[in-house]
């Protein structure tokens, strides 16, 4: 998440418009204020002329299928913002089918070729920066910086997968069994078409960018985008398109997961899921039993460490961030804190004043720093976590409120303390506003509490010295650890895989290896000269004794 930002072009709307496809609630008690406020239900905020445009143009048309009408709405304020029908098993078949035809002659092109289309992707993500944004704020309901990281994302993306591709995925040679008489060599091909069903959370960095690496590699792809969220999806895909991509190779088919998913299996060579770690199980086991590559990220429950040596304003500074980000909606979002009992009290005091002190509403533009939870399930479950955790003897320090005058699924940043092990927030990932923040005798206690868990997403240290630091992190069992950071630094590093460890997930994103996963490896070796068998004037007896010695050689030699 290093990228440049970048400012809206200025152009017309007409040129800013990408052009048509072919193709109920209690609440805990609170100790604090109610944070401030940029918009109400009464009045909600208006959506952007831009965005306007975009929906007047029917994108959703880009993903209707044949089955039930399907409502998309706005979070913010509950807005309708289009409708499609969903699709069905038989809309997945003839799209899979369309894409497999595609992909074929998008896998016979170069791979600099395919690579140029995804940095032509950037080009135009950036001249229609605003939009994104507004998009995703639409449909997702974060906040206009949160949707921002989102952007950040997809150039990281765009940027590392069109630059590094050709090297990544080009042949290779490797030592042959004999030196010098076998040559070898690996190359690479697509899978073929590969299954991606994204979440509603993150609808661009996980429902449209997500998928570029496994087009650049040469497949084809049949996507399945959250009903809730298909937009950012369909419109980078018009953008992909506009860049280059042939419009079957990336082909969209929201509906029932049921139906929907099932239906992706059986037409797919490889398949990508994120999603709850209940959910994975169950098309892992699917995958399986038809031997698919698999990728899966899934739940976490990201601890984060705050060391005695830490510096106290960059630490309350990371757990705003970690835990508040896309109001908690993020699968990287810090949902405990452990603080060594020296620090606790000044740390509890000035992050929960720091946490009232945050701006929630629904704006358009920066005003606002956190947004709204994307659903009423959500909402749901965030009160319920938080109200098992006061009945048990938890205490809120800030926030433990919905909101319902600034729109239907707002819910106050929430810090608690005094969360017993037996509650809900302490076991289960929550995906909200909410962070229990507890005392640890020890920094091996604060490890110890923080391992203790199935998941192994992320997690995050803050110390005063970064040797220090990375020994704690190198302590945890997370895929990713961010030292002085929340979220941000190991997401961010997009030459380095990001994926989970333990009930987290399976394989990668990002790195070579989130290319090289979308491929399958073919070794191919010629021998010269003799053959490697016994023949000729080499006896069984002879061969024995020959290749024996060779190999004894390789290995005083130190060969590989």
Not at 423 to 436: D, K
Not at 501 to 507: E, H, Y
């Amino acid at each position: 998440m290093t990228a440049k930002r970048t400012a809206d072009t200025g152009t017309s709307p007409a040129a800013t418009t990408p052009a048509a496809s072919s193709a109920d609630h209690g609440s805990a008690a609170a100790s604090s204020a109610a944070s401030p406020a940029t918009a109400s239900a009464e009045h909600p905020v208006a959506l952007p002329e831009r965005l306007r445009e975009f929906l007047a143009g029917d994108p959703l048309a880009d993903v209707s299928g044949s089955g039930a009408p399907v409502e998309v709405r706005a979070p913010f304020s509950g807005e309708l913002l289009g409708t499609f029908a969903g699709c069905t098993a038989d809309d997945v078949a003839v799209r899979a089918r369309a894409a497999r035809i595609a992909g074929r002659a998008w896998a016979d092109r170069p791979v600099r070729e395919r690579a140029a289309v995804v940095l032509r992707l950037h080009t135009l993500i950036r001249s229609h920066e605003e939009l994104v944004l507004d998009v995703i704020q639409a449909e997702n309901g974060k906040a206009r910086l949160h949707a921002y990281d989102e952007v950040l994302d997809a150039y990281n993306v765009c940027r590392y997968t069109g630059v590094t591709a050709s090297r990544v995925l080009r042949a290779r040679s490797r030592r042959g069994a004999i030196p010098g008489l076998t040559t070898t060599r690996i190359d690479r091909s697509a899978l073929g078409v590969v299954g991606f069903i994204s979440p509603w959370n993150y609808p661009l960095s996980l429902g449209a960018t997500d998928l570029l690496a496994a087009l650049v590699a040469g497949n084809a792809v049949v996507h399945k985008p959250d009903s809730a969220t298909p937009l950012s999806s369909v419109l980078v895909r018009r953008l992909a398109i506009r860049a280059g991509l042939p419009a079957d190779v990336w082909q969209l088919v929201p509906g029932e997961v049921a139906e929907v998913g099932e239906s992706l299996l059986d037409h797919v060579d490889g398949l990508s899921f994120t999603g709850s770690t209940r959910a994975g199980r169950g098309i892992a086991a699917e995958a399986a039993a038809r031997l698919l590559p698999t990728v899966l990220e899934l739940g976490g429950k990201n601890p984060m460490i705050v060391c005695a040596d830490a510096d106290i304003d960059a630490a309350v500074a990371g757990a705003v961030r970690g835990s508040f980000s896309s109001s908690g909606q993020l699968c990287l979002s810090m949902e405990r804190i452990y603080v060594v009992r020296p620090l606790y009290e000044e740390f509890c005091t000035r992050f929960a004043a720091a946490t009232r002190a945050l701006t929630l509403g629904a704006a358009f533009d920066h005003s606002a720093e956190v947004g709204t939870l994307s659903s009423a399930a959500q909402l749901d479950r965030v009160q319920e976590h938080i109200d098992d955790a006061v009945a048990a003897g938890a205490r809120v320090l800030a926030g433990g409120r919905a909101r319902p005058d600034l729109g239907p699924f707002f819910f106050e940043p929430t810090v608690l303390v005094d969360v017993p092990e037996s509650a809900q927030l302490c076991r289960e990932e929550t995906f909200g506003p909410v962070v229990a923040v507890s005392a640890v005798d020890s920094e091996d206690e604060a490890v110890l509490a923080a391992n203790d868990t199935p998941y192994g997403l992320n997690a995050s240290v803050f110390s005063g010295s970064r040797r220090h630091g990375m020994a704690v992190a190198r302590r945890l069992e997370a895929g990713m650890v961010n030292v002085d950071e929340a979220f941000a630094a190991a997401w961010g590093s997009i030459d380095a895989p990001s994926g989970g460890w333990k009930d987290s997930g399976l394989g990668h994103r990002h790195g070579p290896e989130g290319l090289l996963q979308f491929t399958r490896t073919r070794t191919i070796a010629h021998q010269a000269l003799v053959p490697l068998a016994p023949g000729g004037r080499l006896s069984p007896a002879r061969f024995q004794q020959v290749m024996t010695g060779a190999l004894d050689v390789m290995r005083a030699l130190r060969m590989g």
